[in-house]
């Protein structure tokens, strides 16, 4: 009998650790494979939408706020960083060091749900959700406009840009600016706008609960490797969490264009 086969890591039903490593990877895989199933399916459904509604979703994405989301992609790429280099400390047996990336890691994804409250913050702040909320704001700001000339409304629409601190972004004065009687601008649709936003707080929500799971399991790991019980031989524990992690970091890759990106360039005020 191999050595490997009295080591405390190996579990009862398995008969060498190459074979549960093997198995430990195939059950995390087929996990995987459902999760990419998942979110699949929300962002074919997102992009068809977006086929069909070009202007209203990069005018929605145009007043989100990039910055935010920008930081909290240097947060989730650096934690993959991290997570990498803590299963080289498991292969190594260096268990501070591997204790040091785990905690890091952990950091990085608490920092990026931090950042996320803040911004959803905002974002209710400035009624920009959808549902009675933003139909309170949007009717509010069309209502202002209503009996102003287009120069009026525009000018409306300026003050509402400047200051230290913007009225709601603007998202409600520059919609009801396009949809002003005579504007010059582009309407657009409320209700596709809040199509948008349904998507978008979908997405990112579901996302968010994918990065409280991942600390879950990174912390958890951090135990392990405190108690000792990760030795090098079975750093494939460190591993799989980690291939659900790098999973987590690269849908906010797709999520972070779909979302933030989509309307850079629109024109909006954020």
């Known amino acids: ?36 199933l998942f979110f699949g399916g929300l962002f074919g459904a997102y992009t068809m939408y977006r086929l069909w509604y070009p202007h209203e979703f990069e005018l929605a994405s145009s007043h989100l706020n990039w910055k935010f989301a920008t930081v909290n992609t240097v947060f989730l790429i650096t934690s993959s960083l991290t997570m990498t280099l803590a299963i080289r400390s498991a292969k190594l047996g260096d268990r501070s060091a ?9 950091a990085l994804a608490t920092a990026f749900m931090v950042v996320k409250g803040f911004e959803y913050a905002q974002d209710f702040h400035e009624r920009y959700v959808p549902g009675p909320l933003f139909a309170a704001e949007y009717d509010d700001a069309t209502a202002a406009v209503r009996s102003m000339s287009y120069s009026q409304a525009e ?11 913007p009225r709601h972004q603007n998202w409600a004065a520059d919609l009801a600016l396009r949809n002003k009687d005579g504007s010059p601008l582009m309407a657009a649709d409320p ?12 997405m990112t929500g579901i996302h968010g609960i994918h990065i409280l799971v991942g600390i879950g399991c990174i912390l958890w790991v951090t135990w392990e490797a405190w108690r000792g019980t990760i030795p090098p031989e079975n750093y494939s524990t460190v591993e799989i969490v980690s ?5 987590v970091d690269a849908i906010w890759l797709f999520l972070m264009p779909l979302l933030y ?5 629109y024109g909006g005020h954020h």
């Open 1 to 36: 009998m191999s050595a490997s086969t009295h080591t405390p890591a190996l579990k009862h039903h398995f008969e060498d650790l190459g074979q549960q490593h093997a198995c430990e990877r195939l059950g995390i895989w087929m996990f995987l494979a459902t999760e990419i």
């Open 261 to 265: 990106l989509a309307g850079i360039g």
């Open 191 to 202: 209700g596709k706008v809040q199509l948008f936003l349904c998507f978008y707080y979908i």
């Open 243 to 247: 291939l659900y992690w790098h999973l």
């Open 98 to 106: 591997l204790y040091r990336n785990l905690l890091l890691t952990a």
């Open 155 to 165: 000018e409306y629409f300026k003050q509402n840009t400047q200051g230290e601190h």
